[in-house]
């Protein structure tokens, strides 16, 4: 038996070929021998790729810090704040300058020219004309109701400023909206349109 596995052994290796004549024979072989020329070719590629990379590396790596005195770090430390002052010197002085600048261009252009706006008048029946050149006017207002087309009416009451006292209870007059007068007058009188009678 052990004869056998001896024979078996020896039919497989000539089979798969792996004996040394045979692999020397293979013209595959010869391909796969190393070319001695292209591999010097292929470590200077390499060499010339990861130059930049130990370039930056080495610039990276901390330098030995040397031990300084207490006086030494003091010194360093003010010359840096010293640097720093100084370039923010220079960054506020443009600031200033480049606002100035903006500024005499804003001055330079002529200023926006007021237009008077237009006040509101309202017709009304004075109320009440007790107080000191002030009436208290109504006025009502009629309006359709815009879903059920029904007139809605309102009123309100304001104050007007009656210079004269010329407008009294019953009179219908013409009020002009102006500047507050008062804590609660913003309106003055214009016209007596229709006296009581």
């Given at each position: 038996m052990a004869?056998?596995?001896e024979t078996e052994v020896s039919e497989g290796q000539d089979s798969v070929g792996e004996t040394p004549d045979a692999a020397a024979e293979t013209p595959d072989a010869a391909d796969?021998?190393?070319d001695l020329d292209a591999a010097p070719e292929a470590q200077v590629d390499e060499a010339v790729a990861q130059a930049p990379k130990r370039r930056t590396r080495s610039r990276k790596k901390p330098q030995p810090s040397k031990a300084l005195t207490?006086?030494?770090?003091?010194?360093?430390?003010?010359?840096?704040?010293?640097?720093k002052a100084v370039a923010?010197?220079?960054?506020?002085?443009?600031?200033?300058?480049k606002y100035r600048a903006a500024e005499h261009e804003r001055q330079a252009t002529s200023p926006r020219e007021h237009?008077?706006?237009?006040?509101?008048?309202?017709q009304g029946v004075v109320v009440s004309d007790r107080a000191d050149k002030?009436?208290?006017?109504?006025?009502?207002?009629?309006?359709?109701?815009?879903?059920?087309?029904?007139i809605v009416r309102t009123s309100n009451t304001i104050h007007a400023h009656d210079s004269g006292?010329?407008?009294?209870?019953?009179?219908?007059?013409?009020?002009?909206?102006?500047r507050p007068l008062s804590r609660t007058k913003r309106w003055r009188l214009v016209q007596v349109i229709e006296r009581a009678k």
């Amino acid at each position: 038996m052990a004869d056998e596995k001896e024979t078996e052994v020896s039919e497989g290796q000539d089979s798969v070929g792996e004996t040394p004549d045979a692999a020397a024979e293979t013209p595959d072989a010869a391909d796969a021998t190393p070319d001695l020329d292209a591999a010097p070719e292929a470590q200077v590629d390499e060499a010339v790729a990861q130059a930049p990379k130990r370039r930056t590396r080495s610039r990276k790596k901390p330098q030995p810090s040397k031990a300084l005195t207490l006086e030494e770090r003091r010194a360093e430390r003010h010359e840096a704040r010293r640097k720093k002052a100084v370039a923010r010197r220079v960054q506020r002085a443009s600031a200033r300058t480049k606002y100035r600048a903006a500024e005499h261009e804003r001055q330079a252009t002529s200023p926006r020219e007021h237009i008077a706006g237009v006040q509101k008048t309202r017709q009304g029946v004075v109320v009440s004309d007790r107080a000191d050149k002030t009436i208290t006017v109504r006025i009502d207002v009629s309006r359709r109701h815009r879903r059920y087309e029904k007139i809605v009416r309102t009123s309100n009451t304001i104050h007007a400023h009656d210079s004269g006292n010329e407008a009294h209870v019953g009179d219908t007059v013409i009020v002009r909206e102006c500047r507050p007068l008062s804590r609660t007058k913003r309106w003055r009188l214009v016209q007596v349109i229709e006296r009581a009678k």
